[in-house]
């Protein structure tokens, strides 16, 4: 009898084998044909998958911050942004003979360069700025706001009012920042022509390594030590200072590296579309980021991809057909998927198929 009450039926048994397998073998399969894509796509299609890989990796830094810091951000594309508009600023002084402006500053009147635009004249400046400075305003950001204890819906209108600022700001300085319009007509980047199929191939490769990357060293972070405290201020930021951590800092370099992620993402959706402007960085793009991962799934790393590019690519179908329709839809499926999927499609897949953990 006591053999008999531990025994596993064999009917669970098999369950849980073909779950288990399928586990192991999508992600490998996935993999594969990613790194295939550029010999079996097109090339706008190729670009277009590009594209969203690049929104991917800053769907990654969402569910750091808020699957498992409880922090809500709906102003992640100040970030986005801000990496974007480093490497744009850089490919149109590259592409310009010494000593002249973009044609949007002659055309606003503008007789010199502003000194903040020189330093992107220069490749290794340009990459630093990428990683530094989204990821710096973000964590000064973070510590400003939750060395005072600010978090939940207050910490997400402020983020939402930042965006806001950043964009209105953006299209305000028309002589310096393009303006409504933001900058375009990149020819070259680092000295690779774009036009070029080669270069086109190879920047994909690139941001699909990067996106990797990204994948791995936060799922690495969240099974550390960092990303058990992490949720443990999530859970309960009394309980944590009770137990001796401090919230603030876990905190700050969670959004810090979010930030990061979200520069990075900016830049190579930015090399990738050729064109960066406010009305990717505003308030209604956040939105739509966190959408993303709501659905996909805010624990689920993979989710989080998978539905940021699933979004992305409903969205390129839909809105070129019917523009105004998108805004209600992906509204409509927000509310559809936090209230029967509170954990999105990768909460779903885990209950169907099994699995244990939320990274």
Request: aromatic share 12%; glycine share 12%; hydrophobic share 60%.
């Amino acid at each position: 009898m006591p053999d008999a009450a531990i025994a596993i039926p064999p009917r669970a048994t098999e369950r849980r084998l073909p779950g288990a397998r399928l586990r192991r073998f999508v992600p490998w399969a996935l993999l594969a044909l990613a790194i295939a894509a550029p010999f079996l796509l097109s090339a706008y299609n190729l670009n277009l998958l590009a594209r969203f890989m690049a929104m991917a990796i800053l769907a990654l830094g969402l569910v750091l911050i808020w699957g498992h810091g409880g922090i809500l951000s709906l102003g992640q594309g100040v970030f986005f942004g801000l990496g974007g508009y480093a490497i744009a600023m850089h490919m149109k002084l590259a592409d310009l003979p010494a000593g002249e402006l973009p044609d949007f500053m002659v055309w606003s009147g503008r007789e010199s360069l502003p000194f903040w635009w020189q330093p992107f004249a220069s490749p290794a400046f340009t990459l630093a700025a990428i990683l530094i400075v989204p990821a710096l305003v973000a964590a000064l950001f973070a510590w400003a706001v939750f060395h005072r204890r600010v978090g939940g819906t207050y910490f997400a209108l402020i983020t939402q009012a930042l965006a806001l600022a950043f964009a209105t700001l953006l299209t305000s300085r028309q002589d310096v920042t393009g303006g409504f319009n933001g900058l375009t007509d990149f020819y070259s980047v680092f000295g690779f022509g774009l036009s070029r199929p080669a270069v086109a191939k190879g920047l994909y490769w690139v941001t699909l390594a990067i996106l990797c990357l990204a994948f791995i060293g936060l799922r690495l972070l969240l099974a550390s030590r960092f990303g058990m405290l992490l949720r443990a201020v999530r859970d309960g930021e009394n309980r944590a200072r009770f137990l001796g951590y401090s919230p603030t800092p876990f905190k700050v370099v969670a959004f810090a590296i979010a930030g990061l992620l979200a520069g990075v993402a900016g830049a190579l959706f930015t090399l990738h579309a050729g064109v960066v402007a406010p009305a990717l960085v505003g308030v209604v793009p956040s939105i739509e980021m966190v959408v993303w991962v709501a659905i996909g799934g805010r624990y689920s790393l993979a989710g989080a991809i998978l539905g940021a590019l699933a979004v992305n690519l409903a969205r390129d179908g839909i809105s070129s057909a019917m523009p105004e329709l998108w805004l209600y839809l992906i509204g409509a499926l927000f509310i559809l998927v936090v209230t029967l999927l509170p954990n999105g499609l990768a909460g779903f897949a885990r209950a169907r198929f099994g699995g244990e953990g939320r990274a």
